[in-house]
């Protein structure tokens, strides 16, 4: 769980610990809630991006469930990208629209998740799944399944390090905000997503993840 706020920056607070983000070219601005220095600014450029190791915390596997704010300014670019310079399991805003492709172990890619034009100038709490046990990977929009597919059952490509705004050697940039990425490694219900989409602006859980 990342908060990508002022507060705890591109820290991991869930009880993985993977390494923290490291920053290229990304501001602090207000986040989903008004609040100040709530979110990351990227600004749409080949330089503009956070890349976060992955010492194996973010390597799911199997099933998988991917949350985040995304405060969208341009139509293209990544959110959450296995792979620094390839495709792994990615979860991307194409042409404004929501967009992933859960990619094999193996390197083979699945049918994609695609549909579900987000708002410009303003925050979308969106998100992507896969199940394992069943094959079915869903897109999210506000809390609700926008669309799902079977895209059957295999293990995913989910090692490596993990670029979020900027893929190397795609000309596609994301520009905007993006605050609360959150990655779990079970497919969520819709009561769980719902459960989770104010995660990071709890203040009183922030204030106990500071002083364990």
């Keep these: 769980m990342y908060p990508l706020n002022g507060q705890f920056g591109t820290r991991d607070l869930s009880s993985n610990q993977n390494p923290p983000g490291v920053q290229y070219n990304v501001q602090l601005a207000p986040g989903p809630f008004g609040q100040p220095n709530g979110s990351y600014q990227f600004s749409g450029s080949s330089t503009s991006y956070i890349e976060f190791p992955n010492n194996g ?19 293209d670019g990544p959110i959450f990208n296995y792979g620094v310079d390839f495709f792994g399991v990615h979860f991307w805003v194409v042409e404004e629209n929501l967009f992933c492709r859960f990619i094999t172990k193996s390197g083979l890619p699945s049918n994609t998740l695609y549909g579900g034009r987000l708002k410009r100038d303003a925050w979308n709490f969106v ?28 293990e995913l490509h989910t090692t490596g390090a993990v670029r979020m705004g900027v893929l190397t050697g795609d000309d596609r940039f994301l520009k905007g905000r993006i605050s609360c990425m959150q990655v779990y490694n079970k497919a969520l219900t819709e009561r769980e997503v719902h459960a989770v989409r104010g995660l990071c602006f709890q203040k009183g859980l922030f204030e106990a993840v500071s002083t364990n």
């Design 57 to 75: 915390g973010l390597d799911t596997r199997y099933s998988m469930t991917l949350l985040a704010w995304v405060f969208l300014e341009n139509s």
């Design 127 to 154: 998100g992507a799944s896969y199940d394992y046990y069943s094959g079915f990977g869903k897109l999210w929009i506000e809390g609700k399944v926008y669309e799902e597919h079977n895209i059957r059952i295999h």
